[in-house]
């Protein structure tokens, strides 16, 4: 009986391992194998360098340097934890505020986190501190203490700080903790930008060194590629600080500059603010990523004029002499009286005067004769209600309403520059047609060496008419008091009234300056905007003035000479 018992046991036994060896065998022998193959085959990421982003000149807007990430083999340490923090918390800590209650507050912030992350149970590697510079990192190695270590961690860096952030974009982490751009060109040109890591793969023994007569399987990376772009520095240094100036001088909410060259549609200069900076993305709100040059949309007012006028002219449904019946009062749409921006009217005006005039009743003049599926057809050519396709990430756009489907109203409006939006890129893109003598040029940041085949949409006898009535506009115009005397410089105003609830803020206003200088010869075309200045309402005392602060500097960069 005691044998039976001995057997039956012995019986079970061998049962039980025979399921468990096939368990481990076959069930889990593919995952065990890989572990294993952990244990004495050692793989290193070989990191793949990000692209540098650099301006016209070669010099960098976006480039990668080494920073450091300092980690802790716990094992190893061997002070007492708390001790350790707060050795290495004022490293980390900036003095800007030393001896105040915010950097007092900042250290003891810092030193609880950093022996959280030492006390951290069931664990040996963690990380302390990333992107440390190398000056941190002498300090920590002052220190002299076991058990912390440094790897090399390529971090992003923006040499201009702020400047050109809206433009550039910034390097941010995905959900797989990896770097990826987010906005601007780091957005758009991301897969250009990123290079392809490679791996060296080598066997080793228990304690983890290499074992020198094994296989070695190297893959190098690859890095990602440099973009050259149109930008400026010099121009985007000055437009930066203008443009914040003015904002404070004017009392804007926001503020957009656009400078582009007209023949290429290279951007040469583009800046909005509020801004934020790049590097330090995560301390900013998220409202300030979008680039409103490109992604804000808006109902552009009088500067809208200068396209309709161009399509008037090219049609022939108007000439620059062409007198304006209907100009001697408000005129009547449907229930509605179009009326102009300061209740003066002017009988007999020429289609010169109607744009020195800002007139919104010779603007229907115009519409009129032209009729709903002509202007529509103009606009879309201008590319109003389209995307430009510049190559920065966030690009938004609101379709014209669909062809067929205007009423006399919506004719009347889209003369002037209502009912109609746009971003500040669209409105500088179709102004291009008319200084450049009729082409549709692609905005565009990144010199790619290849400019696009141009479209012609309007003739050049329509864009030189247009531009000799910008040139009387910026002479003799509203904004006449802010021009630069004996420079030629062809420009237009708008004052737009922001439309809220299903009508329009009889006091908010977005006030723009849009011209190109010489006049006969462009060598840039300059859009400005400013939402909702308070210091005035009109463009002429605020965004003109703005536009000519900047071009000063321009005409003097470019060398153009006064024509007199």
Request: charged share 25%.
């Amino acid at each position: 009986m005691r044998f039976k018992i001995v057997f039956i046991v012995f019986i079970l036994l061998f049962a039980a391992i025979t399921a468990r060896l096939f368990y481990w065998q076959i069930v889990k022998g593919s995952e065990l194998k890989n572990q294993a193959s952990l244990q004495y085959k050692g793989t290193k990421i070989l990191k793949a360098p990000r692209g540098n982003i650099l301006a016209k000149d070669g010099t960098w807007l976006a480039v990668m340097r080494t920073n450091w990430l300092l980690f802790a083999e716990l094992p190893k340490i061997d002070k007492n934890k708390n001790e350790i923090a707060n050795l290495l918390a004022p490293i980390f800590v900036t003095q800007e505020f030393e001896k105040t209650d915010d950097y007092n507050k900042a250290i003891l912030e810092e030193t609880d986190r950093i022996e959280a992350n030492l006390d951290r149970k069931g664990v040996v590697w963690v990380p302390i501190k990333r992107k440390i510079t190398d000056v941190q990192k002498e300090k920590v190695e002052e220190l002299n203490i076991k058990g912390l270590g440094f790897e090399p961690e390529e971090t992003r860096y923006y040499p201009e700080g702020s400047e050109a952030a809206h433009l550039l974009g910034f390097v941010g982490k995905n959900e797989e903790g990896q770097d990826v751009g987010y906005f601007g060109l780091e957005g758009y040109y991301d897969l250009v930008l990123t290079g392809k890591d490679g791996y060296l793969k080598r066997e080793k023994d228990l304690t983890g060194v290499p074992i020198l007569n094994s296989s070695l399987t190297e893959v190098n990376s690859v890095s990602g590629s440099d973009l050259t772009t149109y930008i400026d520095k010099r121009i985007q240094s000055t437009v930066e600080d203008k443009l914040k100036l003015a904002l404070e001088k004017y009392g804007a909410k926001e503020g957009t500059v656009i400078v582009m060259d007209p023949k290429t549609g290279g951007i040469l200069a583009m800046s909005s603010y509020p801004n934020y900076d790049p590097a330090k993305y995560s301390e900013f709100e998220q409202r300030l990523f979008k680039n409103p040059a490109i992604s804000d949309t808006f109902e552009p007012g009088s500067v809208f004029k200068v396209i309709v006028m161009a399509a008037g002219i090219d049609s022939k449904a108007v000439e620059r002499d062409t007198i304006c019946d209907i100009c001697n009062r408000p005129f009547q749409v449907d229930k509605y009286y179009i009326e102009t921006w300061n209740n003066k009217y002017h009988p007999d005006s020429s289609m010169t005067d109607v744009i020195v005039n800002s007139d919104n009743v010779g603007m229907t003049f115009i519409a009129n004769r032209m009729g709903a599926d002509k202007m529509y057809d103009y606009l879309s050519k201008f590319g109003i209600g389209k995307q430009t396709g510049i190559d920065l990430q966030g690009e938004a756009n609101i379709s014209l309403r669909k062809k067929g489907s205007w009423n006399i109203v919506d004719l009347a409006t889209s003369s002037f520059g209502q009912g109609v939006s746009t971003t500040p890129i669209q409105i500088i893109r179709g102004v291009s047609v008319i200084a450049n003598g009729g082409y549709l040029v692609e905005p565009k940041v990144v010199d790619s060496g290849n400019v696009k085949k141009q479209e012609r949409i309007i003739s050049k006898e329509a864009a030189d008419d247009v531009t000799q009535m910008m040139v009387e506009a910026a002479k003799n115009g509203e904004s006449k008091w802010t021009s630069l005397k004996g420079f030629s410089v062809a420009g237009k105003t708008g004052t737009a009234q922001i439309p809220i609830a299903g009508h329009y803020d009889a006091e908010k206003t977005i006030a723009s300056f849009v011209g190109f200088a010489p006049a006969n010869n462009p060598k840039f075309i300059m859009l400005v905007t400013l939402k909702e200045p308070q210091s005035s309402q009109w463009a002429s005392e605020t965004a003109a003035p703005l536009w000519y602060d900047i071009a000063k500097d321009l005409f003097n960069y470019f060398g153009i000479q006064p024509e007199n």
